[in-house]
């Protein structure tokens, strides 16, 4: 690992001035992807910004029309929260597939999300809730549906120097299931994910790791097999990804209609 | 027996569980210094120049290395290898140059910092590439990038193949497979003022690294003295001498001061001496009641870009090959070929995976075809104790009708599953190793002393490497059961030196137990008669407890010490020209059963249940046999259905353990283990080897069950969802 500057502000204004400096400077919250990427030196950075400091990106509550989920919140506080449990046990399933353990216990779900892995695990179901992500920056907060903030393989639609705040859920009751298709059975990556989310009478369905962002699809077979645009890689082939998303599709489908 | 048979936790399990044992990444000499390599990123190619002004600006550095700073010295099985290369790299990873600095991060900057050019050459893959005409040339010296072929035969194969009721071919293909060793690989060199050199090397090797690192290094054998650390695991990746052994020797003869060399789990990757590809074509003949009649075999087996032990796997399969089961005719060519690839190494089992995967594969064929039950086919054909094989192999004791029926008796046709896209299927598939050594150098012996000490205290001083397989343990054992002592006055000095220990082969080819167990037991029978003796002369009772007939004798007139050195060698002999002989002492026998459901719609399978059934001869300690037996069928496991290096243009593609899979604890069904105890004759207490034969029929026993399953037949590994699934719908 190269060496680094390492900040831990305790204010978002802070966190904004340091994001300002010169140089590229990376803000850390769980860290099980960027450490990793430090330690095989794929990337050289400048600053290391640790967000566990500042107030009020931990936890989840209801807060009027809409459930706040910090961006922080772990894995596993995801997981344990009550109200995700009642509300959302589609998120419960999703987590319980992710990582080991240990994993779980340190990775967030912002980091999950503004990491924007095509194959992100939380992001189908969340596409399914119709999650928005609250963003604060210099010039001010606002808001982006989920839909629209993955924009390519680590893309997101985050501006430099912008921080993710809160991933906000809609409060409605969804029942729903998640399907992360692998080859081993935990701690692997998926060729293909599917979420399937019933919200009283609205189906809705997201599929993962099977187009360059998760992406949320209108809930029939035909459409998935439409909108995916899988690619080859060491994982899968696409041809073999495309065949999944028409086999887990049915499937998911069938499940939240049964 | 109080001590052999018992289940006695692993003397060192505590040491482990809490982290006070110490791996060659816990060890800090005064003054020590870390080394870096810069490795090829090109396939193949021709070194231009390699400018290394810019690392010596590196704050710290102490040494900058390459091939002209170094003995010129070529070394390794086939004498082609160099520590550092200077005209030519070969693979992806080739050393090109090694920095010595007080920490990791200023070595692997003054890496980047040397400017490399290579014109890079035409590179070539495929072992079948490498074998066309016009290929690129890997060795020039060897005039083609064939290293060696194998042959053997007995009967007359083309009446076998002429009369035969039923004939099964197929090409098998086989993956490169990682070690994965929890410690990555390393060393610590440090030299003294006198030009003795001391390796600090979790070697599976220490006497042979002793003469070959001294040959690399082009000093005396007798100024070398290789320490082992605690191993972190082996599995044959530490068996012969790899260039970063003699570069930290290198670099801490240029520097004055101890160097030590650590491997990233990136680099492990890089360099791990795998599992060599082999592809397989093989037949099998048999007449229309059962009885086998020929096996004709055509082998190609991926050396990588330099001869080491991946060459010696056709050695192991012949052996297998000429041996197991009553086949009256039998024909085997394997070649060994170059590759623009990582070199390839010993992998637990050495060759018997990749050999009877096809060879128990077609076993089934054949049973199925000729409508019978597959355990009958094979106890049609099975050998039998005190026979000789036509390959010349003596089988004494013989417990493979047992663990057949074992297997038999324990793995039962499931109930149909719910769902009509879920199918599943039961198969079983067997496994003859060698299981009292192997004669593959001139001598299979093993050294061993035993003293008794003044308190009655026993300790072993044994040849023989602890890589985590519970030698320490089992050698306690011994040497208590023949002295009559409590394990808990037994100590196994397994940091003891090779100045100190008596000398062996290494820790290989499952021969631990046997042939150090035997060097031991006869060293403490030896020193049992001594104390006996003492006890008769002296006059003393025969309840007089042991530590006081030891100091009797000790503190009389002309006292003696309690002490025996014993060397045992086995009755066996190498090959001949023809692979023809008796490599080893005893032979062991297992059979596998397994239960899958697939998923026919997405290739997915699921391996329900493993039982697991060998013949040990005796277990001296049956915990530690049955961890044996579940290591092996995990590992097993993973070669089958997950593991396999991914190559594009010459570099891995997989190379983190995200994407090369082992087993989780998730895909890891319930393991019935049955141990099968023999006798042997020649065993100590009767036992044979135990570590290679479990990870060698799992593999064979899943995908006879999927065909159960499902009607097709894999013949590649992995068999990961996508090639089940290719299978399943006729294409590849």
């Not at chain 1, 696409?238 to 999944?244: D, K, N």
């Not at chain 2, 000093?219 to 970063?244: E, K, N, W």
Request: proline share 6%; hydrophobic share 45%.
């Amino acid at each position: 690992m190269r060496a680094f500057a390492y900040e831990e502000p305790r204010t978002l204004a802070e966190a904004g001035a340091l994001m300002a400096r010169p140089g590229r400077n990376q803000l850390l919250a769980g860290g099980t992807d960027l450490l990793v990427r430090l330690k095989r030196r794929e990337w050289t950075v400048d600053t290391v910004i640790n967000l566990k400091r500042i107030a009020g990106l931990r936890g989840v509550e209801a807060r009027g029309d809409h459930v706040f989920v910090g961006p922080l919140t772990t894995l596993d506080e995801l997981a344990a929260s009550e109200l995700v449990a009642k509300r959302w046990p589609i998120l419960v399933e999703t987590v319980h597939e992710m990582g080991s353990p240990q994993v779980r216990a340190m990775s967030t779900a912002g980091g999950n999300l503004c990491n924007a892995s095509p194959a992100a695990d939380l992001a189908p179901p969340l596409l399914c809730l119709d999650a928005t992500m609250k963003v604060w920056g210099l010039r001010g907060e606002r808001h982006v549906p989920l839909r629209e903030f993955f924009l390519g393989p680590g893309k997101t639609a985050l501006e430099p120097g912008e921080i993710l705040t809160e991933i906000r859920i809609p409060p409605a009751l969804a029942k729903g299931c998640f399907i992360k298709f692998c080859t081993r059975r935990a701690m692997d990556l998926a060729f293909v994910s599917v979420a399937c989310a019933a919200v009283g009478k609205d189906v809705r369905l997201a599929l993962g790791a099977v187009a360059p962002t998760p992406i949320r699809v209108l809930p029939s077979v035909e459409e998935a097999m439409k909108r995916c645009a899988p690619i080859d890689d060491v994982r899968a082939s696409a041809e073999y990804r495309r065949e999944m998303v028409r086999v887990l599709v049915r499937r998911a489908l069938a499940r939240v209609a049964s | 027996m109080k001590s052999v048979g018992q289940r006695v936790p692993k003397l060192d399990a505590a040491d482990k569980a809490t982290g006070k044992s110490r791996y060659v990444q816990d060890l800090r000499l005064p003054g020590m210094l870390e080394a870096k390599i810069l490795r090829s990123q090109v396939p193949h190619g021709r070194i231009v120049s390699i400018d290394v002004t810019e690392a010596w600006k590196v704050p710290g550095v102490r040494a900058v290395l390459t091939a002209k700073d170094i003995p010129a010295k070529v070394w390794g099985y086939s004498k082609d290898q160099v520590a550092l290369k200077g005209d030519r790299v070969r693979r992806i990873g080739d050393e090109l140059a090694a920095v010595a600095a007080p920490d990791i991060e200023a070595a692997t900057e003054a890496c980047e910092r040397i400017k490399v050019v290579i014109e890079p050459l035409p590179a070539v893959y495929g072992m079948e590439a490498a074998l066309a005409p016009g290929a690129p040339l890997l060795h020039a010296a060897r005039g083609s990038n064939l290293v060696q072929t194998h042959l053997y035969e007995h009967g007359r194969i083309e009446e076998a193949f002429s009369k035969a009721a039923k004939i099964v071919e197929g090409t098998f293909v086989l993956p490169a497979q990682q070690h994965g060793c929890l410690g990555p690989a390393g060393a610590i060199a440090e030299w003294d003022a006198n030009g003795r050199l001391t390796m600090h090397d979790p070697t599976q090797i220490p006497f042979l690294v002793q003469r070959d690192l001294a040959e690399a290094l082009d000093i005396s054998p007798a100024d070398l003295r290789i320490v082992q650390p605690c191993i972190g695991g082996a599995f044959g990746a530490r068996l012969d001498l790899y260039p970063h052994e003699a570069i930290v020797a290198l670099l801490a003869k240029k520097t004055g001061t101890p160097v030590r060399i650590l491997f990233s789990r990136d680099e492990d990757f890089q360099t791990d001496p795998v599992r060599p590809r082999t592809i397989v074509r093989l037949r099998t003949a048999a007449a229309a009641d059962g009885t086998l009649l020929g096996r004709d075999a055509d082998i190609l087996v991926d050396c990588g870009a330099y001869v080491s032990w991946g060459a010696m796997t056709p050695v192991v399969m012949v052996n297998t090959f000429g041996n197991f089961y009553h086949c009256p005719a039998a024909r085997y060519r394997a070649r060994t070929v170059c590759t623009n690839t990582q070199p390839t190494g010993a992998f637990r089992g050495f060759g018997n995976p990749e050999l009877l995967f096809p060879m128990e594969t077609q076993m089934d064929e054949l049973a199925r075809a000729l409508k019978m039950d597959p355990i009958d086919f094979r106890l049609k054909n099975a050998n039998r104790a005190e026979e000789t094989t036509p390959a010349g192999g003596h089988i004494t004791s013989c417990g493979f009708k047992e663990v057949l029926e074992a297997v038999r008796t324990r793995l039962k046709r499931p109930a149909a599953p719910a769902a009509p896209h879920l199918k599943r299927g039961i198969g079983v598939a067997a496994v003859f190793h060698v299981g009292g050594g192997a004669r593959i150098y001139r001598s299979d012996g093993c050294g061993a002393t035993v003293k008794v000490d003044d308190f009655g205290k026993v300790v072993v001083v044994v040849g023989a490497t602890d890589i985590g397989q519970g030698m320490e343990t089992a050698m306690a054992q011994i040497a208590a059961e023949e002295l009559g002592v409590d394990v808990s006055m037994v100590r196994v000095a397994t940091q003891a030196d090779t100045d100190i220990r008596l000398w062996d082969v290494g820790v290989h080819a499952s021969r631990t137990t046997f042939i150090a167990g035997n060097a031991v037991r006869l060293a403490a029978k030896e020193a049992r008669k001594q104390i006996e003796d003492a006890r008769a002369a002296l006059k003393l009772p025969a309840d007089a407890p042991l530590d006081k007939v030891v100091r009797a004798e000790h503190f009389r007139q002309k006292g003696r010490l309690i002490t025996a050195s014993v060397f045992y060698d086995p009755p066996t002999s190498m090959v001949d020209k023809a692979n023809h002989g008796n490599v080893s002492a005893a032979y062991t026998w297992g059979c596998h059963g397994a239960e899958v459901e697939v998923d026919t719609e997405t290739g997915q399978v699921v391996v329900k249940r493993i039982v697991a059934a060998h013949d040990i001869g005796r277990a001296i300690n049956p915990m530690h046999a049955e961890g044996q037996v579940e290591g092996g069928v995990i590992q097993g496991l993973g070669y089958a259905m997950f593991e396999e290096c991914v190559l594009k243009d010459g570099r891995m593609q997989n190379g983190y353990f995200l994407d090369y899979r082992m087993p989780g604890i998730r895909d890891i069904p319930e393991i019935e283990t049955v141990l099968v105890e023999t006798n042997d004759p020649e065993g100590p207490f009767g036992a044979k080897g135990i570590g290679e034969p479990p990870i060698v029929p799992i593999g064979p026993a899943i995908a006879n069950a999927i065909a159960d399953a499902t009607g097709v037949r894999m013949r590649e590994f992995p068999m990961t969802p996508e090639r089940v699934w290719r299978a399943l719908r006729g294409n590849r």
